[in-house]
């Protein structure tokens, strides 16, 4: 019984971290209609950034959190010029097929440089002990990084001259563009801050677990999932969804083959898009 | 009936014709490598026909056309492994496996539009292959490999790499009658409304739930055979090979290079783009690099020319649109 509220627990603290990927993902659905294929790879990217930065500057992991956010905003950037801008307006289905293209780039670059072998970052934390289970502090730190960087961001949306900007062209963006929002510029840096969300997120996932440089697609179906079970472009939904998978996951591992949690939360994916197409997390007003 | 009307067109002949002059090219001065050239294409020509009959005609991105490809392999290939069948009644089996399966599937996950369709179909993708490598009876994730007595049944193994690529330029001939025969009829014209806009096809009157899961399951059928062929050729099937999303993603570029939602343009850019992949695989600076070529060229199709070969020459030569389909 013990062993369950233990697993629940770090399921919580996992689940804040795929909650701050998925939020990246939703910003950019909400906002302009584009589903972005590349996040899967922009959250390995994130992985693979920790990896290089720490190997070759030696210093905690942890420190790598700017650079990393500030890459990863500027990677988003230029991801929205060279695949996201002549997509905009344009049929949903175009936008998946050049954000696709792109990751198909990145992932065969990735390939040939780093292959398939597993990479790891040591992190050592002393963890918080529970009668006979200990929770490591690399799952702690990452929860709470996770939930500071999401409660930024939520206070970026809300209360910045940008966050505003951005919210209304999610609204309507004939009508931004009529109040005078220079639409083109806050859908780039829209573009990187979900970029940046998806590469930090990778950087804590990159804390937590070893990864390869294809772990993107299982993390993207997972961000998939919770976007469905939030609502589409409801950011902070979006976190407290990432929280019930992580629940989820926690709850199930003990009893089912590790290759199978993906195939659950699939199924989970397809369910939920039927039973509620809204997502479940959605408040009644407007998302964004 | 719908033949019968389909023969009095040009365009039946010049398939015809094309067909023909694949099955023999090879059979002409014996060319072995001219014919193991011409298999891939005649692959690529049938899962991107295939795929064309979602994306082309419905406008439903399949992530996961690969999965009719794999599965249609494995269960060929346990068949002929586990319970010594021969080759054509495997092939058969697989492909009505394949095809049940994905209708089954299909009346689910289409019930999901657009965008969430094409992302529940990379789901697929992952959920199929852990099944295939939890499955027991298709050896997990080392695969099933076949002893080389298989191909006695067919004369030993050289007579019987040449009766596979004629069994697999059928398949390619029967896949794009299929593409031409549902773009002529009724059904087509059904899906192709269904491409131009969901909500006005069903307030017209077309069945759209059943449709979409009819050209789903109707798109699986022949990747399956070609699956089945192409693992049975290279006897031994790994979940890895199986689910490659490499050949997922190069079905959709063909399609895409050649012209989404015509007959003609996918099976030149099958065979345009196998050329290519031919060429890059040899030149050893480009052969780590297959992924992000066809991801640039996608990109740029995408971006600049979405109707693809065939766009281009039917903006050029409005006539041609009579003639080639």
């Known amino acids: ?288 | 009936m719908l033949l019968l009307r389909l023969t009095r067109r040009p365009f039946f002949w010049i398939i015809a014709v094309a067909v023909a002059v694949f099955a023999l090219a090879p059979v002409y001065g014996n060319n072995v490598s001219l014919r193991e050239s011409l298999l891939l294409a005649a692959l690529y020509i049938t899962l991107a026909s295939n795929l064309n009959l979602m994306l082309g005609y419905a406008g439903y991105i399949n992530f996961g056309s690969i999965v009719f490809f794999g599965l249609g392999g494995y269960i060929c290939v346990w068949l002929v492994n586990s319970y010594n069948w021969t080759l054509g009644p495997s092939l058969l089996v697989a492909a009505i496996c394949v095809s049940a399966l994905s209708l089954f599937f299909g009346l689910g996950i289409l019930r999901l539009r657009g965008a969430f369709f094409a992302l529940s179909t990379i789901g697929i993708v992952e959920a199929v292959q852990a099944f295939a490598e939890n499955f027991t009876p298709w050896g997990g994730s080392a695969g099933i490999y076949l002893s080389s007595d298989i191909f006695t049944p067919l004369g030993g193994p050289a007579r019987a790499l040449w009766v596979i690529y004629f069994v697999m330029v059928a398949v390619m001939g029967a896949s794009l009658y299929l593409s031409y025969a549902i773009r002529s009829s009724k059904f087509g014209l059904g899906l192709l409304a269904i491409g131009q806009n969901e909500d006005a096809a069903a307030i017209l009157g077309v069945p759209t739930p059943i449709y979409k899961a009819l050209v789903y399951s109707a798109s699986a059928f022949l990747p399956a055979i070609a699956g089945g062929l192409y693992f049975f050729k290279s006897a031994f099937i790994q979940p890895s090979d199986a689910f490659d999303l490499t050949l997922s993603t190069e079905s959709l570029v063909v399609a895409m290079l050649g012209g989404q939602g015509t007959v003609t343009g996918v099976a030149i850019g099958a065979y345009l783009y196998e050329e290519l992949r031919g060429y890059l695989l040899t030149s050893s600076t480009f052969a780590n690099f297959q992924l992000v070529i066809s991801g640039a060229l996608l990109l740029l199709i995408v971006l600049f020319f979405p109707g693809g070969l065939m766009g281009w020459v039917y903006s050029r030569f409005p006539r041609i649109k009579k003639v080639l389909e």
């Open chain 1, 1 to 288: 019984m013990l062993g369950i509220l233990a697993s629940i627990i770090d399921g919580v603290l996992v689940g804040l971290v795929y909650g701050l990927a998925a939020m990246g993902l939703t910003l950019i659905w909400g906002v302009m209609d584009v589903i972005n294929l590349t996040h899967g790879t922009m959250i390995v990217a994130g992985m693979f950034g920790l990896f290089l930065l720490t190997a070759a500057l030696g210093l905690s992991p942890y420190v790598m959190l700017p650079p990393v956010l500030i890459g990863g905003f500027f990677a988003g950037m230029l991801l929205y010029w060279v695949a996201v801008h002549r997509m905009v307006g344009r049929p949903p289905l175009m936008s998946l097929l050049s954000t696709f293209s792109v990751n198909l780039m990145l992932i065969g670059i990735g390939t040939a440089v780093w292959g398939t072998a597993l990479f790891n970052v040591e992190v050592s934390l002393p963890g918080v002990s529970m009668g006979r289970y200990t929770f490591p502090g690399a799952h702690i730190l990452a929860a709470v990084l996770a939930a500071v960087i999401a409660g930024l961001m939520y206070l970026f949306l809300q209360h910045t001259r940008m966050g505003k900007a951005v919210r209304a062209v999610a609204n309507n963006r004939e009508a931004a563009e009529l109040v005078g929002i220079p639409t083109t510029r806050v859908l780039a840096i829209t573009v990187g801050c979900g970029v940046a969300l998806a590469c930090v997120s990778g950087m804590l996932i990159g804390t937590l677990f070893p990864f390869t440089i294809l772990s993107g697609d299982g993390y993207q179906l997972k961000s998939f999932v919770v976007t469905a079970l939030g609502g589409f472009g409801n950011p902070v939904g979006a976190l407290f969804a990432g929280v019930a998978l992580g629940v989820l996951e926690g709850a199930v591992t003990p009893f089912v083959p590790v290759s199978w949690t993906l195939v659950i939360e699939f199924v989970l994916f397809v369910l939920v898009l039927i039973a509620f197409p809204g997502g479940i997390f959605t408040s009644r007003r407007g998302a964004l």
